[in-house]
């Protein structure tokens, strides 16, 4: 223990502290007349108590720090991770006596930490064997956050190696610091089985349009024998195939091509027909959901005078069910536009046709608009209404060809249409240069003479939930027919409108109120919902409370109220029972109220289920990479036994410092009052008054 000051001249106040004291004292006693009475010894005890008790007074005044040092014994962490997933139910028994060994042999000698991972990773000991997913990449990240800086002597990760669920574990184990021994529980022998995997799809498809269906078959054992796969809607077959198995360890991809013929969540089921010494039956089926529109959706094409571009936009459009194409020319304007999903403005306003009533309109409402720009396009006014791109006036043109910018991400075109659009003739258009609004996106740039250039050719975006697009060129009928002489066909053209007119034609935010999901959720997912409210200036508002009313296929109500969050809600209702759900709902805006109604569907998840041959070549690496051992769960007394043995897992020793100022010592505080006193009692009993 050290006593220090934070005072420069602390030694000199010290001095003159003890001289102080001992001369008060000393007058006090030794020059007092009241104090001849006393004897000599009496005088020295009571100056004694009189400068202890000033000198500790002084003392305070200086604030002293009295700095003292303890040493503190850290014993190692053991970590003991163990899976809580389906897979591993079977062996709760062994987890129990596994984990009471531990407890026997490590409590006094280990920090014992015990942590569950499934579809989470908790900070507990109890086990359940109950989630639906394997996440063994999250347990590591887990444990490399929870332990910087700490004396962690090793972690057991309990489990079967099957993960289903986040990043491969082997990616992650390098990080860690300390020996991590796997300990492996499950079944490792290759069984009879036949696999529905990983299925994917479209979550939207339109009504009498096809859409595909991608299935991951895995064969083990099976070598020789053939699959009969079908598809179920509505317990209907819709598809059937056959697939021939050519090993005992067999991955096929089957695709399927389905007709969406109802309307609504429609559920499908995929099925593999079970084989003789199949066990585990459970992964030989699939459901999922899709949810199809109505696909009539409405196209105005206006332009002032007939148009090769107009007529190859129609008969590209002709060719899918779910769009109707008017064309009008002239200066005629529709008397409603509400009635259509997308208008396509053929070189308008024009310099012969300014249209201000039909551009204001257009701009009043939420249509989505396609501006198809050409040599008589009225530019001055085009670039006053601010849609999102400004073209320089100019009277001269230029021919110009495509070159698709990589950075588009708002649809997929496909190599082969580029290559045929990059080869197609040139389209006309003004020459001057171009201004993108930031929430456009270019599709493709102006190249000119082989000469890339960043002005704008092709481009679309959102602005306030109704879509924009610019054609900066005429001529794509060109296209069509270069399309047609070189390949026959008009797929890399068709390709290229009909993907454009969906993207514009799919609005997302057309009223004042919507509410954004999944049509479909896995049982494991939360429920989670956004919704947007918008005032007649088409502005962000969430000063109103949303409410939402949900019913399952018993109508059973489950009712909620929406978050707000920065300018808009949101809603995570957790997890729900698998099912058919509906739901409505509502808020109020002033005095206009708002409805908002729709379904989704919540299918099961056996992911779990799906694969129950145990994976220790994942639990092998891991303990590869970061210095521990792996061992059969039958062997687990030989990985205590190494763990305790690890002579690198020690009990660190540290100093602690710590300083206290001596004001705040309670005892110097009862010390000088105790001395205070003492002097008072013995100078009454000796008779100094």
Known sequence: MEISFDHSFAGLFVLLSIALAAGISYLLYFRNPESLSLSKVQKIFLVFLRFLSLFMIFLFLLSPLIESTKKIRQLPILAIAFDNSQSVLPYSTSFNQFEQTIKERFDKDYQLEFWSFGEKVENTEKFTGKDRRSDYGEIIKSLKNNYINKNVGAVILWGDGIYNQGQNPQNLASGLKYPVYTLGVGDTTRKTDAVIGNVKTNKVAFLKNKFPVEIELKFSKLKGKIAYIDIENNHKQVYSNTVPIVSDDDFKLELANLEATETGLQHYKIRIKPFDGEVNLKNNDYEFVIQILENKQRILLLSDAPHPDMGAIRNSLAELQNYEAKLITGSEVPDSLSLYSLIILNQLPSLKNAASKLLTKIKESRIPVLFMVGPNSLL???????????????????????????????????????????????????????????????????????????????????????????????????????????????????????????????????????????????????????????????????????????????LKEFNYLFDRTNDSYSLNAGNLEPGDYTYEAETKLGNQSFTKKGSFSIVKNDIEIQNNRADYSVLYQISQQTGGQFYNFENYGTLLDAVKNNKQITVQEQKQTLQTEWINLKVLFFLVILLLGAEWFFRKYWGIY
């Open 380 to 554: 001055e006014q085009l670039n006053s209404l601010n849609m999102g791109l400004k073209i320089s006036s100019s009277k001269n043109t230029e021919e110009v060809q495509a070159i698709f910018d990589k950075n588009f991400s708002l649809f997929v075109l496909s190599d082969a249409t580029k290559e045929a659009i990059i080869s197609s003739p040139p389209l006309v258009t003004a020459f001057g240069n171009t201004e993108l609004a930031p929430m456009m996106q270019n599709l493709a740039f102006q190249n000119i003479r082989n000469i890339q250039t960043n002005k704008t050719l092709i481009a679309f975006g959102s602005d306030k939930g109704r879509k924009i697009g610019f054609i900066n060129g005429e001529g794509i009928w060109r296209w069509r027919l270069y399309n047609y002489q070189v390949n026959g066909n008009h797929d890399a053209f068709n390709e290229l409108i009909q993907k454009s007119i969906q993207y514009l034609a799919l609005r997302e935010n057309e009223d004042n109120f919507n509410v954004y999901h999944p049509a479909l959720f896995q049982e494991t997912d939360n429920i989670e919902f956004t919704a947007e409210l918008y005032n007649d200036s088409y502005e962000l508002v969430n000063t109103p409370d949303v409410n939402i009313r949900i019913k399952n296929e018993s």
